[in-house]
């Protein structure tokens, strides 16, 4: 490590990463997120995206294995790395990584979950992490969901992040129109659609679409469904965490597939 | 309303109700959880648990439809009812509710969720609501679970804690134990497990118990186990958030049965 080690929290270093956890602009200005932890530092460097390594003083030698990857690093004074930080107890270790540019279309592959206005960070974080396990290939998010660069969204996806493209669009309806053009069946949940785990035919494309916590879907986006289907509701619960309803979308297409 | 506005911080009522939001031992000791908000403050109206009404002096009107169902009201000066409020723009209205007493096992019925450790008060809470909507029974917890009538629990079950009976034991194996008696099919996820979406025989009695967010399913715990599955992990994710799992778990077995 060549680099003195940063100690004033005025460094202009120091002041420009700090703004990364703060907007999505700064994050888009500065073409950089931040990955915070052992874990989501770790993924960073595994799927390539870490641009260089921050590390606190007293962390150096708890992380030693990860600061020789050929990754540039830099060491900060505790005080100043812990304001870099979101959580509370900081474990000393995060990652700058390149902010994705916009891919193509093409690239979110088979199975797209599409998010329209999904606001919690968790959830949209959680979708992510599903979609990995799932075996989901894209996520279509429209300018009303959250970022899935921010600090709460990247903490919930648990690293999958690094694994899922994500294509962001404010015209949604017109992506959706183009899925519609490639045959991908695309699902909404719709209290007045069709039950839910009677047996269907299955297309090779499908897409999800997850609509607002409150609102739901709105409908202009439902209009572009081509299947409405009605997951099963027994008890008292008007409606289902978005994420859940995401869950079991993406595992009963599993299902399908696998019994296929 | 025939009590005057409560006005002072120091009100001792005032502080003893500010003691509800802060731990499960307050709680039980009042015998009091606090519901808040007018969604769940109906819930709290229409499920007979809530015990009094507190409005803020400036929401009388907005809330005047809920104000005369018999259930005594209490008015407090907004900065008083703030001061009870964990949300950051209190809506003006809460439900005093009775801390329900423990209940016999029985009470939680055929279906069961079981959580062994479960400690983020957004998955539990998220649990409450789809086992609402999935038609399960009961909640069996831990002592290391989170309480489900902490306000981040509450919040996430949107009500549903108002229909799902709660029985809480310190001797979780023990109670594991009882319901296998009773011929339960005691289900854990676990990656050695068989394949999850195989068909199977389904008994009449079901309970999935759920793992800690980090440490899984204790080993102690997933020895009582009678069927062990693995959830499909098709992509890099190593692991599926526990309410997720919790759902995929649970409209597994509503699907199954809707089957046949």
């Known amino acids: 490590m060549s680099t003195p080690i940063l100690t004033s929290l005025q460094n202009p270093m120091v002041k420009k990463w700090r703004l990364l956890n703060k907007s999505r602009a700064e994050r888009i200005a500065q073409g950089l997120f931040i990955a915070e932890g052992e874990h989501m530092t770790q993924e960073a460097i595994q799927n390539k995206s870490a641009s260089m390594?921050?590390?606190?003083?007293?962390?150096?030698?708890?992380?030693?294995?990860?600061?020789?990857?050929?990754?540039?690093?830099?060491?900060?004074?505790?005080?100043?790395?812990?304001?870099?930080?979101?959580?509370?107890?900081?474990?000393?270790?995060?990652?700058?990584?390149?902010?994705?540019?916009?891919?193509?279309?093409?690239?979110?592959?088979?199975?797209?979950?599409?998010?329209?206005g999904v606001q919690d960070p968790g959830n949209v974080g959680t979708i992510l992490r599903t979609m990995d396990a799932a075996g989901f290939t894209g996520l279509l998010i429209d300018g009303n969901t959250a970022d899935p660069y921010s600090p709460k969204v990247l903490r919930a996806t648990m690293g999958s992040?690094?694994?899922?493209?994500?294509?962001?669009?404010?015209?949604?309806?017109?992506?959706?129109?183009?899925?519609?053009?490639?045959?991908?069946?695309?699902?909404?949940?719709?209290?007045?659609?069709?039950?839910?785990?009677?047996?269907?035919?299955?297309?090779?494309?499908?897409?999800?679409?997850?609509?607002?916590?409150?609102?739901?879907?709105?409908?202009?986006?439902?209009?572009?469904?081509?299947?409405?289907?009605?997951?099963?509701?027994?008890?008292?619960?008007?409606?289902?965490?978005?994420?859940?309803?995401?869950a079991i979308m993406m595992y009963d297409d599993v299902r399908a597939r696998q019994d296929g």
């Open 53 to 116: 390594l921050l590390v606190a003083e007293s962390a150096r030698e708890k992380f030693a294995h990860l600061l020789n990857t050929g990754i540039s690093v830099q060491v900060l004074a505790d005080h100043v790395f812990a304001s870099l930080c979101e959580t509370k107890s900081p474990q000393g270790i995060l990652a700058l990584c390149s902010y994705p540019a916009q891919i193509t279309l093409e690239k979110l592959g088979h199975r797209i979950v599409c998010l329209n």
């Open 161 to 246: 992040i690094f694994r899922i493209p994500v294509f962001q669009t404010k015209q949604l309806s017109q992506t959706l129109d183009v899925l519609q053009q490639n045959d991908f069946e695309i699902l909404a949940g719709d209290l007045m659609g069709k039950p839910f785990f009677n047996k269907r035919e299955r297309k090779e494309n499908t897409c999800i679409i997850i609509g607002n916590e409150g609102a739901g879907i709105s409908p202009e986006i439902k209009e572009k469904a081509t299947l409405r289907l009605k997951i099963p509701m027994m008890g008292g619960a008007e409606s289902l965490n978005a994420a859940v309803a995401a």
